[in-house]
């Protein structure tokens, strides 16, 4: 899968209609804040897959984005409201949220100098689906139809189908806007290097590392309290863990391992040795999926055996380390219309006499063999040990004989997309913290889980009826029930619902405002004390 289906909430509130119908929180003047302070190093595992927002859909990528370029509106720090960033304001001028203009803000430039207008703006989002490259975020305008410039500082989106979600979208890393004059219109810019207008510059690029330099020709809401950023890229989590331990990073994100999260979250002050864990809220999620075409993981019979046998509580003990929550349905905690219907229907601990019943009914005597699929690096070091455990649940019961297949991420998707596995496991990340974004794809012929699962009550009638509705705490009972069809069907089941860490020396701080729903990693509000 793409960005979002890997290895990471806070609570869209009522006000989010207002946001997302009017966005006119007109900004101040900001001009940026310089960049004063120590520089930092950070680690991670994850990797940048590509420089070029037309082309990157992973964390390690949006990481790069969301603090090289702009995009129209950006997520506040602790928020899951769109507000103006590279636009003054922006708002649906029509009732069926078809019809989106924003107003740029005025004396707008990217890093080389040149000024960024309307132009860029459309030539970015018409270059973006006109590449659609399928490791990009074009599939997330599928509902745009033309970008329009009335003038130099206008932009009119025009929509083929109401998509009240438009802003958080154009708020996300596939907002990013480029200058015309430094990107091919047609092709990928592979060279390593980016032209942005966001709060940093890329000024080196390889394999290894990435340096990041204030700009200082930002203008926009952020306030820098650090001079630069060293991204340092790891093999390994083991690597990563003595690089924090040791003071050669300030701050190690995204890839160590739980036990190691674990360890130091209930460590001592004097075993922590001088290192602080930050914990954020997450909506990453993790599913087992099920291929309805499958011979075994087809009929529900079986599926519902599974969801009675599942327990969810002694996987993320005694895997994630409580680092995840046990999750009961699609739509995670803290998103809007977020039910437990999962909870409600299977329980949360074994119930093997359900089980039992759930396989007779679908004729079925004897033990059930059945393989488990996984990939050991794309969502996660916990994801085969998880689907160990889940084997070794299913086979305790008596009633299934399973086993574990793991192969490398390549042969993995391919085997997904291709129907050759029965049950699988899928993680993935929002794009934009809205119910939308974890029904949507999920579910009908496109879906990104490749499961041939198609609800024509969820696709045909209940998704079309939150797609115009800007204020979304009015579509929680659509969404709600949406869940419960899933819940039934079982063309998945939740497993867990993440939570974002951070590992860093005591001088450090900030990464509280870097660890939230909106998925945003923010460079510009991680500072570290001079005798750090």
Known sequence: MRKRDQWLAAPVGAGLATALLAMAGCSSDDTGAGGHGEPIVMGMTDKVVSTDPAAGYEPGSWLLFNNVFQSLLSFPKGGTQPEPEAAKRCVFTDTRSQVYRCTLKDGLTFSNGNALT?????????????????????????????????????????LKTPDATFPMKIASGAG??????????????????????????????????????????????????????????????????????????????????????AALANASLHEQDGTQVVEGSSAEVMHLVFN????????????????????????????????????????????????????????DRPHPDKATTA??????????????WATPSRFGPGTV?????????????????????????????????????????????????????????FFGKDSVLANHYDSPQITGRLLPRTADQPDRGATKDTFREVQD?????????PLWQGKQYAVAGDGVSGLEWTLDSSTVFRFWEISKSADA
């Open 385 to 441: 040990p998880a689907v160990e455990e889940i084997a070794q649940q299913l086979n305790g019961s008596g009633l299934f004989a399973a086993k574990v297949r793991s192969v490398p991420t390549e042969e993995y998707e391919k085997g997904v997309a291709s129907g050759r596995f029965g049950v699988y496991v899928k993680g993935w990340i929002p794009d934009y913290p809205d119910p939308d974004n974890f029904t949507q794809p």
């Open 292 to 347: 309805l075409k499958d011979p075994v993981a087809g009929k529900i019979g079986v599926r519902k055996a599974i969801a009675y046998l599942l327990d969810r509580s002694t996987l993320v003990r005694d895997v994630y380390r409580h680092t995840a929550e046990p999750l009961y349905s699609v739509v995670p905690a803290g998103i809007t219309g977020h039910n437990t219907a999962f909870f409600n229907t299977y329980g």
């Open 359 to 372: 396989l007779r009914g679908a004729g079925l005597t004897r033990k059930v063999p059945l393989t488990l």
């Open 118 to 158: 309307s132009k860029d703006v459309k030539f970015s989002f018409d270059r973006t689906r006109r590449i659609k490259d399928k490791n990009g975020p074009a599939v997330m305008f599928s509902a745009l139809d033309r970008v329009e410039t009335p003038d130099a500082r206008t932009v009119v989106f025009r």
């Open 485 to 493: 069809i899933v819940a039934r069907d079982l063309p998945v089941i």
């Open 176 to 261: 990013s806007i480029v200058d015309h004059t430094a990107y091919p219109a047609d092709r990928l810019r592979n060279d390593g290097k980016a032209v942005g207008s966001g709060v940093y510059t890329l000024d080196k690029y390889s394999s290894r590392q990435a340096v990041f330099g204030v700009n200082s020709s930002y203008k926009g809401p952020a306030k820098v309290k650090n001079s630069g950023m060293t991204v340092k890229f790891f093999d390994r989590s083991d690597a990563l863990k003595k690089a924090v331990r040791g003071g050669s990073v300030d701050v190690a994100y995204r890839g160590l391992a739980m036990q190691d999260i």
